[in-house]
């Protein structure tokens, strides 16, 4: 299936993060089927060719050194996928799947473009057009962990638990 602009129609799908959700969708298979050697050979040089290929390689090292566990409300509607590094237990990332945002450093500076506290306004100035980002290699990474692994370890939450997750997540 090639990938086709005219497909994208709502407000919501502008052209890259349209385009990226068609490569996904493209892939996306039911029954717990895995994708071939070849089938994730071209994902992954579609996704290097809108993404970018340091971007692709930053997530293609976490699902190798990080670990997955995605936290489900007790009616399944709601989830988080917490990303946990397999070298630092500390070191968390917790993302909402189908939602782009990320606490973490490199989404606020190159997705949202906000400057850290104390820097100055110049140093923006240098930033060239290829250091701005449609995502991050967490949300990248959790997006590919879904697709390639069918059968994710999930948890049950209460609703208190869970609530702590999710604002932890929007919290600064």
């Not at 005219?6 to 407000?11: D, G, S």
């Not at 409300?73 to 989830?79: A, P």
């Not at 879904?146 to 994710?152: A, C, D, I, R, W």
């Not at 049950?156 to 997750?165: E, H, S, V």
Request: proline share 3%; charged share 25%.
């Amino acid at each position: 299936m090639p990938l086709d602009n005219v497909v994208l129609i709502k407000t919501d799908d502008l052209f890259i993060p349209g385009l990226v959700h068609q490569v996904f969708n493209k892939y996306k298979r039911n029954n717990g089927i895995l994708l071939t050697k070849g089938e994730r050979s071209q994902l992954f040089s579609e996704l290097s060719a809108l993404l970018g290929d340091g971007l692709l390689q930053r997530a293609l090292h976490i699902l190798d050194e990080w670990n997955f566990i995605t936290y489900y409300t007790s009616d399944r509607y709601r989830s988080i996928v917490e990303l946990t590094s397999k070298r630092n237990l500390a070191h968390v990332v917790r993302v909402v799947p189908g939602v782009n945002y990320c606490k973490c450093r490199y989404f606020q500076r190159f997705v949202l473009q906000l400057q850290e506290a104390g820097e100055q306004d110049h140093r923006k100035e240098k930033l060239s057009s290829n250091q701005v980002s449609f995502t991050c290699e967490h949300i990248l990474a959790q997006c590919l962990n879904q697709l390639l692994h069918p059968e994710p370890r999930t948890q049950i939450l209460t609703l208190d638990q869970f609530r702590y997750f999710h604002i932890d997540i929007y919290e600064d």
